[in-house]
């Protein structure tokens, strides 16, 4: 089966872009490349082609019951325009993907899902609504989306763009009417990088004429995934398949802030209720090394020579200029300072378990 493309596709190609695999679809990986893209980010403005995310609108009567009850978070909590961030979980506390639900209205819910899950999610949504009185729309089809990050980003938004954001706080958004835009564009105070930024999600059209004017500007540089992976990393967001999975929950994660046991019912309430209470046996952890080799996906973590876990995603840090990964390790050695080891090749070195938190978020405060 070949892999789907964005609308941007030619556009991405047109720059030069290295073109890769990821999650079903042909994406950018660099331009410039991954260093000169980060930073870009980390001290300026960066766009990135997210339109490989997928869409799900919920619905109708008991749409908050139902979302609520695929929904580690708690909907019911917050005021419309708020945007929550959770997983949908299976009856063991397994994750079936981590995603956004952004609150239009208690009838109406807009979901973000992975590109990777959006076919298995979409299955796993619909099978889960039967006996709640809501309509499903799949709209990923609809939708082309770009991330605008960086402590640039709301002046880009405003004056690039002409989209007048800066009243937006962290976590909300809104949907608007432009000139030059079909249908309602929705913007949100969002990202994936740990910098202030915004995501906009329309029509594949006004997509590509935002992305013309971003790049025709010079002052967004175009990035591409392989710099969201080291941004998303460095301040210890989670990736699924690698610190989110089947076998991987959010309690294990340490992600437990996002999974509200105080309401009623969810699904996998009870399993990471007592998971949450007898403590799990494998936790996920930050781990540091003295020396500059690079602990990758996979590579086995060792205590006094025995293996104790695996490294999830593993980097020489851009921003900070250290060997640093998180890993899946047994929970009796997730304490701070432990000292540990990665088999890196036919090499061991030594580390020591660190905060996940490797570089300190700055997104704008309320």
Known sequence: MENKRTCLYDKHVALGALISPFGGFDMPIQYSGIVDEHLAVRQACGVFDVSHMGEVLVSGPEAERYVNHIFTNDVTKVANGKILYGMMCYEDGGVVDDLLIYKVAADRYFLVINASNIDKDWAWIQEQAKGYDVTLEHQSEQYGEL??????????????????????????????????????????????????????????GYINDCWDKLIASGCCKPCGLGCRDTLRFEVGLPLYGDELSEEITPVMAGLSMFVRLDKEEFIGKEALARQKAEGPSRKLVG??????????????????????????????????????????????????????????????????VVKKQFYNKNYKKD
């Open 147 to 204: 991330a605008v990050q960086g402590p640039e980003a709301e002046r880009v938004m405003e004056e690039v763009l002409q989209i007048p954001c800066q009243e937006l706080t962290f976590y909300t958004f809104k949907g608007m009417k432009l000139p030059e835009a079909e249908g309602v564009v929705i913007v949100s105070r969002t990202g994936y990088t740990g910098e202030d930024g915004f995501e906009i999600y329309a029509t594949p």
């Open 287 to 352: 781990i540091e090394l003295a020396d500059k080799a690079i602990p990758r996906h996979g590579y086995t973590v060792l205590k006094d020579g025995e293996a104790i876990g695996e490294v999830t995603t593993g980097y020489h840090t851009i921003s900070t200029d250290k060997s640093v990964c998180m890993a899946l390790i047994d929970a009796q050695y997730a304490t701070l300072g432990t000292e540990v080891e990665i088999q890196i090749r036919k090499k061991v070195f030594p580390g020591k």
